[in-house]
Each structure stands twice: as C-alpha cells, then as structure tokens.
C-alpha cells in the first residue's frame, strides 16, 4: 500500500542514529509530525493504530481517519486542533489536561474518538468534569420540570390531569397568566397581613373592650381574617393537589405555611370556650405566644423571591465559615468577659458583678454595638474593650467574604442554569417544529467558562451533540 515517510535522527545522547516512522496528522487545519515509537507507547489507541497503515487495506485506513492523502501519506481528522494539543500530552507525559476554556463535556467525546481512556485523565481535571456533570443533570432535571409543567403527563387519569393542572397553578407562577396573578395576589396579602400585624400594635389605632383591656381594632382584625381565609384556602389547595403529601408537610417552606395559619385558628377555638377559660394566665400567655407566633408570615416572602432562596442556599453551604464565626465570637466572649471582669471587680462602682453577666458586655462590644449599659471604668479595663472590638471586627470579617462569595456563585449558578433549560427548551420546540434542528445567528454561543454548553454540537468544534435527556415525544433534548 502507501510507505511511510522514514526519517533517521540521533538517539537521546547524540552517539547514535535509528530509523523511525513519521506520522503526520492534519488535525481541523493544523499539521503535526508525530513518531511511531512515542504512539506506540500505548498500542491500543487510534493514533497508534495509524503506524502500520501501510499494512492496511484503504477501507480500513478511511475507518480511522475523515480523509487521507496517499501522496503526501498525511492523514487528516476534523477534530478540535486546541483539544488535540492536551490529547498527545498523553504520550510524552502519561497524563492529560484539559486547557482551560475547553469544554470538559466535549473534550471527553474527543478522548473516546482517540480511543484514550478517562483514568489519564489528571485528578484535578476530573473534579472538574464531575462538577460539569453535576451541573448539565440540574439543567437535564430543570428542562424535565418545565415540560411536565407545560404538558403534563399524557398517561395520567382526569383526576391526575386535575391535580397537575391545580398544582401548576398554585405553585409554578412561570406556566401561565393564571398562576402568575396567584403569585402576585398572594404576594400581596403576605404584606398585607404584615403591615396589619404591625399597625395592630400601636395604642392609639387599638380600642378598649368591655373589661377595659386594649385591644386590635375590628377593622385591622376583619382584614386580619381575610388574609387568613386566603392563606388557609391556598395552603389546603396545594396539599390537595401535591403529588406527595408526607414531603409536602415535611418541607420547611410549608411547615413555615402552616405555623403562619395554625395560631389563628387556636386563638380562635380558645375564645370559643368562653371568657372563663381567656381569663387562665396560662391560656393567656399562650395566646399571646400563638399571636406572636404570626410573624412567621413573613417568611412566606421566601416562596416567591428567588434572592431570598439563593440567601437561603448560600447559608446552607456556608455552615462551615458560620461555624467558624461562632467559634470565634465565642471564644472572644469568653476571653475578654473573664479579663473584664477581673480587671473591673474591684471598682467601687463597677458594672461587671460576674463573669456570665460580663457576656453580654463582650458581645455588644465584639460587634461594634455599643449600647453603652455596661461599659468599663478602669484603665485596664478600657484597654481590653478596645482590643475586644478590634478583635471581633476581625473575627466577624474573616468568615464573611466565602460567605458573600457562595451568594455570588448560587445566584449566578441559578441564573445560568435557567438560561440553559429555556434555551433547551427552544431548542426542543425548534426540533418539533421542523423536524431537525437550524442554525439560527447567536444560537451557538459555547460558554464553557460560565457553565452553558451548546447541546446540539456535533463535536468539539460544530458537529458534536450533546444529550441532556429525552423528550416525552421522542426528540433527543
């Protein structure tokens, strides 16, 4: 068949000349002399495969290859010539690492091309590739809710259609008009219900009752049980239609429902007992307990504000540093309310009379509070109030910044990973719609850096498609 180029150079100490096969391969444009014996070293990928092409037949030789050129004996792969580079690292380093910028996803399909397997891949790179897969399964899961939000599933009985139809609309805002207008209305009489609670308190808005005790005026508590009659309507619909009603009890945000309705209700039967039964201290002040217990309300905020979810995750990730800031606090407490105490005990008018009631004096001082209550009077005393503050202005500092740093990085994933599901989604209808997918200007934007991968890449470069999961009519997503 064709012969390959043979070339003679020196070995490594320069005493003697060995002949060896070159290999020049034209990787999407770029032109690289590669040697047999360096492809050799690990036989069973595809580029070893291309030493002994002289002995092959010119089918098998088109199997290995997009194109060759017996005059030249140049064989050519319309691969990605950046991602090629860290593929023969392999060969002269026994590892490989991905460049960054490459897509980890996509550099994978090109080491399956080269037949390389995944554990030369370096340690570091697959963190890397895991943290991609992770992310491409929250866009693949993301893309299935918003399809069984507009679809529903087709197997499903009228009872079932009713219960998902019920359940878009008081818990999805995004899968229609309808369910938009819920959100916001509900939104509404949150605050509402706040403002009237707080408005509630003021003496001169409250009325006198037949014993002459203050109480909340009938008008703030006839809109007070209008927005409980919404609460309790809304959360008994969305126990209805939830798909799994131990999980939905179970959830924070409705535990957090459910504490926001309950102490209406309980003051409610309680008065329905009679005056005898209000009159017990006990029943008192777990009424009162019950009505303070309505502030919990204003959590229901975090149901429709995607920061306030995002705060809520970033804390989550963050027990470490929070953790870290209270051992911190802590041991500062401790410290400078013993040396507080003990240089202040023996002032005639000190304000220090023990170590626990020193905490709180080191407490406000830490954090920069102040309030001026209890406050040294030695000079000793004076000093080690300033250092105190210096020191919980540094403690409180230094766990601060990953703190902000995992918001950053939660509200910017979320904003990534929504942008992604919507343009799958376009995607999808653009493949419904016309039976195969076009190319329309701005559609292949390859940010790999920012987490968003074009699926419907057929390879490295423009012809590599990714998977993400399967659509219930049978198109690949």
């Known amino acids: 068949m064709w012969g390959m180029q043979k070339t003679r150079y020196a070995d490594c100490n320069g005493s003697e000349a060995s002949e060896e096969t070159e290999i020049v391969v034209n990787i999407g444009g770029v032109k690289q002399v590669l040697y047999g014996d360096v492809l050799n070293r690990y036989p069973d990928t595809r580029l070893a495969e291309l030493v002994d ?45 991905m460049k960054r910028g490459i897509c980890p996803i996509c550099f994978m399909k090109e080491m399956e091309f080269w037949k390389i397997d995944s554990d030369f891949l370096d340690e570091c790179c697959k963190c890397h ?15 299935r809710t918003i399809l069984v939000d507009r679809e529903g599933d087709p197997s499903a009985g009228g009872w079932q259609r009713f219960q998902m139809c019920l359940w878009r609309l008081m818990e999805k805002p995004e899968s229609s008009m309808p369910a938009h207008i819920i959100a916001i209305v509900s939104f509404i009489f949150i605050l509402i219900s706040s ?70 209700f309980v003051v409610l039967i309680l008065t329905s007992f009679g005056a005898g039964v209000m009159e017990l201290a006990n029943v008192q002040q777990a009424v009162q307990a019950l009505r303070i217990m309505r502030i919990a309300r204003i959590f229901k905020l975090a ?24 051992m911190y606090m802590g041991v500062g407490v401790f410290l400078f309310s013993a040396l507080g105490y003990t240089m202040e005990q023996n002032h005639p008018d000190t304000l220090f009379t023990s170590i626990p009631q ?37 403690a409180i500092a230094l766990p601060i910044h990953p703190i902000i740093n995992n918001f950053v990085l939660f509200y910017n994933k979320q904003q990534v990973l929504e942008t992604a599901a919507k343009h799958e989604i376009e995607l ?21 850096g920012a987490g968003v991968w074009d699926n419907t890449m057929h390879s490295c470069h423009s012809d590599t498609y990714i998977p993400l999961l399967k659509d219930p009519r049978g198109a690949a997503a």
Request: charged share 20%.
């Open 53 to 97: 092409c002289s002995l092959k037949s010119s089918e098998e030789i088109s199997s290995l290859c997009d194109d060759y050129d017996p005059d030249t004996g140049e064989f050519y792969f319309d691969r990605d010539p950046e991602a090629f580079k860290c593929i023969i690292e392999l060969y002269y380093y026994g590892e490989i690492h």
């Open 129 to 143: 590739l895991k943290e991609v897969e992770d992310e491409l399964a929250e866009i693949a899961e993301k893309v």
């Open 195 to 264: 403002v009237v609670m707080c408005v509630g308190t003021i003496p001169d808005l409250q009325v006198e009752d037949s014993e002459g005790n203050l109480t909340e005026h009938p008008t703030l508590e006839v809109i007070e049980t209008l927005c409980i009659g919404w609460f309790t309507i809304e959360y008994l619909l969305r126990l209805i239609s939830s798909p799994n009603k131990i999980k939905f009890v179970l959830a924070f945000m409705n535990i957090i429902d459910f504490m926001a309705i309950m102490p209406f």
């Open 303 to 326: 149901r429709h504000s995607s920061g306030l979810q995002t705060l809520t995750s970033a804390l989550k990730s963050s027990f470490k540093e929070l953790g870290l800031l209270l």
């Open 358 to 394: 020193s905490f709180w004096w080191a407490v406000i001082t830490m954090t920069t509070v102040g309030y001026g209550d209890v406050y040294p009077k030695t000079t000793l005393g004076r000093c080690n109030a300033a250092i105190s503050f210096l020191c919980g202005v540094i």
């Open 428 to 448: 999808m209808a653009l493949r419904t719609g016309d039976g195969e997918l076009k190319a329309a200007p701005g559609a292949h934007k390859h940010v790999c």
